[in-house]
């Protein structure tokens, strides 16, 4: 039993079952067992792999598309240039690195981080010297003016609760203990349910999936955005609807059942799309691999290519097949731009 495990039973013993989001923010981010807060999560040497640790390319082309919609709605000056859940800072830095030639660009931007782990804003920190940036805990902390803002892998870290219909009305899926163990049950049929498009479309059987925290990250975002300008642009694996159990643990670059290690495998669920693109007045959406290929990754890794020869060339093609084809990332991720009314559509998604 994990040291997060023994706690959580003794939790449960006392206080009765708790939500599948109460579990997964424990895992996560417990302040002395959780997965972000204890451990080196990204490449090889951990559980899983994102797509700015896969290629510069991704990096690069969405920090000039941000460039870009930065041009397209007047190059406001200053600004902030977020990121959300940056993890090593990878992205952030090959996105400073490529929007280097875009004139004022530099000059006026503020680079922002929301990072719940300290341990990764240090990271983050090494990552991107000299670079000037700050950190602020919370999405409702970014500054107040223009916000031109990316995050990947971020809203699929953030707890889900979930609930099944059952013949009784809704459920709520919780994490109980049987002989000492964790595991899942359900509680008593419920009230009241989140009024979604993926709730009101359910019918018996089917399991919803709700990320609240999802909600008021997006909503935090789009505040400065609606105010002041500017543009959000949410990636993740997902779709455009809530269906059944999506809930996931990796651990060494394979699934963990999600409540045998916890604390030490990182547990993700799912994005459903759908309510978070209603939050903004003006949405757009589409796949990883149709955005890159808009954005001209194919001419960039052409670029790249000529400089590199035998394994490292290999394994360059083998990463722009990762990031863009269907069977690989290019259909699973999705990209989601949220921005005000009127405002230009974002570079790639047009
Ligand atoms: N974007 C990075 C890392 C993705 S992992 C990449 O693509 O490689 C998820 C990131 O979100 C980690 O940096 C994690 O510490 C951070 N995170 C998770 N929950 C968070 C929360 N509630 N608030 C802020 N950051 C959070």
């Known amino acids: 039993m994990t040291p997060l495990a023994a706690l959580l039973v003794d939790r449960i013993r006392e206080g009765g079952p708790i939500t599948v989001a109460d579990y997964m923010a424990e895992c996560l981010l417990h302040p002395q067992h959780g997965y972000y807060t204890t451990r080196e999560p990204f490449g090889t040497a951990g559980d899983f792999t994102t797509a700015p640790e896969i290629s510069q390319m991704f990096g690069e082309l969405l920090g000039l598309a941000l460039a870009q919609a930065w041009l397209d709605q007047g190059a406001p000056a200053p600004f902030t240039l977020a990121e959300l859940g940056p993890g090593r800072g990878t992205l952030m830095a090959d996105a400073l690195r490529a929007t280097r030639a875009v004139p004022g660009f530099h000059a006026?931007?503020?680079?922002?981080?929301v990072e719940a782990s300290p341990r990764l804003c240090d990271v983050q920190a090494a990552t991107l010297a000299p670079h000037v940036v700050t950190w602020a805990d919370r999405?409702?902390?970014l500054p107040d003016r223009p916000t031109f803002l990316v995050a990947n892998e971020f809203l699929d870290a953030l707890p889900i609760r979930q609930f099944l219909l059952s013949p009784e009305g809704w459920r709520e899926r919780l994490v109980g203990l049987q002989d000492g163990a964790l595991t899942f049950g359900l509680s008593a049929p419920l009230p009241q349910v989140p009024d979604t498009p993926a709730f009101r479309a359910a019918r018996p059987g089917d399991l919803v999936e709700h990320c609240a925290p999802a909600h008021?990250?997006?909503?935090?975002?789009?505040?400065?955005i609606l105010r002041h300008g500017g543009l959000a642009l949410f990636i993740d694996y997902g779709g455009w609807r809530s269906c059944g159990d999506t809930l996931q643990a990796l651990r060494g670059h394979a699934f963990d059942p999600p409540l045998a290690h916890p604390g030490q495998a990182d547990l993700t669920a799912h994005v459903d799309f759908e309510p978070?693109?209603?939050?903004?007045p003006a949405h757009a959406y589409a796949t990883q691999g149709q955005v890159l290929g808009r954005l001209g990754i194919d001419i960039r890794a052409e670029r790249l290519a000529r400089s590199?020869?035998?394994?490292?060339?290999d394994s360059h093609r083998a990463a722009l097949a990762r990031l863009t084809d269907p069977a690989e990332m290019g259909s699973l991720f999705k990209m989601l731009a949220l921005t005000r009314a009127g405002a230009p559509l974002p570079p790639g998604f047009a």
Not at 108 to 113: D, E, F, G, N
Not at 308 to 313: I, N, S, Y
């Open 139 to 141: 999405v409702e902390d």
């Open 108 to 113: 006026a931007a503020r680079a922002v981080l």
């Open 276 to 280: 978070l693109a209603a939050l903004a």
């Open 216 to 224: 008021q990250a997006v909503t935090a975002a789009l505040r400065p």
């Open 308 to 313: 590199l020869t035998g394994p490292a060339l």
